[in-house]
């Protein structure tokens, strides 16, 4: 065999240039439009479910009548999961990359996960001691009242779980994980992918006020720095489900 004589060594195979399988700038942000719009799809479709389970006229007037409940919004939000689910892997297919590396769905160790929970504690005191300091409400009024109503028309747990585990998931699969994974192979690096997907995440939240949408901005920050700084998304999701899940059961069970 030439493989075994000396005269004959083998050939020695130069492997090609690895090519990472990572949408860039562009590709990030037209997949992360889509993604967007396919949460959104996922969401209002669960609205024009419940009205047709309902046998309501299919306009914007019964659509927003019922889309108002506490619990179609609670479907609403959960809906939008798998949705956001579905077309981040159909990006990811395409790359023909691993969804659990793309994604950075690796658990992180405990002291990472202590560190990130004690720096988003201070973020929220900071931004409570200021509410307080200028006679602000620490959560918006409007979920306030959608939350304890979800409470006393029984759809205390459905919204639960919409806001404290569908709605981590599905935005953080979006911010840290597709659109953060791609800007920070571009050229706006791990900074830039960090500056830009908390403000992503941000407009997503334009339902709230300007003060509101300030500190939605600057926990994603922390956010983000914490997913550059771990290497995990489960480690923003599990923060991002304490954050909401904290909110959630203060209004609606031990809020005045």
């Known amino acids: 065999m030439d493989s075994l004589n000396p005269d004959h060594p083998p050939l020695v ?5 690895h090519v990472p399988r ?22 209002i479709g669960a609205v024009v479910l419940l009205a047709a389970q309902r046998g309501l006229p299919m306009d914007l007037a ?36 691993s969804f659990v ?13 202590l560190f ?12 409570e001691t200021m509410s307080r300091a200028l006679g602000r409400e620490a959560t918006p009024g409007f979920m306030t009242d959608l939350l304890k109503s979800g409470r ?3 759809a205390a747990l459905s919204l639960l779980f919409a806001f404290s585990v569908a709605a981590p ?19 706006l690096r791990v900074p830039g992918a960090i500056l830009l997907s908390s403000l992503i995440w941000t407009v997503v939240h334009l339902q709230y006020d300007i003060y509101f949408l300030a500190e939605v901005f600057t926990i994603g920050l ?17 923060l991002h489900a304490l954050n909401n899940l904290t909110a959630v059961v203060l209004t609606m069970w031990l809020g005045s």
Do not use: C, N
């Open 13 to 17: 195979m130069t492997p090609a240039e």
């Open 22 to 43: 990572v949408w860039k700038f562009w590709g990030t942000a037209l997949w992360g439009l889509f993604i967007f719009v396919a949460m959104f799809v996922g969401q």
């Open 62 to 97: 019964s659509l927003q009548l019922i889309g108002h409940e506490p619990q179609t919004l609670a479907l609403s939000v959960i809906m939008g999961l798998p949705a956001t689910l579905a077309a981040v892997w159909l990006a990811i297919r395409i790359k023909k990359a």
């Open 101 to 113: 590396d793309y994604l950075a769905l690796h658990w992180p160790s405990w002291k990472q996960l």
């Open 116 to 127: 990130g929970a004690v720096g988003l504690i201070l973020i929220v005191l900071v931004w």
């Open 152 to 154: 006393d028309k029984g």
């Open 169 to 187: 998931m599905s935005e953080e699969i979006l911010a840290r994980g597709f659109l953060y994974r791609g800007w920070s192979a571009s050229f």
């Open 222 to 238: 922390w956010f983000g720095y914490m997913r550059y700084r771990s290497g995990s998304l489960w480690l923003t999701i599990v």
